[in-house]
Nanobody, 115 residues
Framework: QAQLVESGGGLVQPGGSLRLSCAAS????????MRWYRQAPGKEREFVAF????????KYADSVKGRFTISRDNGKNMVYLQMNSLKPEDTGVYYC????????WGQGTQVTVSS
């Protein structure tokens, strides 16, 4: 059964950094593109970043471009999101996602950016 487990969230001051991790299991991780999404309180879930199966292709939401970096390690079945220069508007629950024929979501990890 396909499963994703996010970790690495927490409370950070504006301008700080966090690195989120997502551990995949139950499917052939190296065969699927991966994405990060986030959901702020009272708002809809929104796309944050995309990475292709080899890691050669990436895309970002305009709001995080230049501050966030998505990466993956196919040998470890892991996808990461390095978040720098964090802003209060980056606060939310962050989810990783894989589309294996059905959309697979993790439970999410909370990121709070506040002084």
């Amino acid at each position: 059964q396909a499963q994703l487990v996010e970790s690495g969230g927490g409370l950070v001051q504006p301008g700080g950094s966090l690195r989120l991790s997502c551990a995949a299991s139950g499917f052939t991780f190296s065969s699927y593109n991966m994405r990060w999404y986030r959901q702020a309180p009272g708002k809809e879930r929104e796309f944050v970043a995309f990475i292709s199966v080899t890691g050669a292709g990436t895309k970002y939401a305009d709001s995080v471009k230049g501050r966030f970096t998505i990466s993956r390690d196919n040998g470890k079945n892991m996808v990461y999101l390095q978040m720098n220069s964090l802003k209060p508007e980056d606060t939310g629950v962050y989810y990783c996602n894989a589309n294996t024929g059905r959309s697979v979501w993790g439970q999410g990890t909370q990121v709070t950016v506040s002084s």
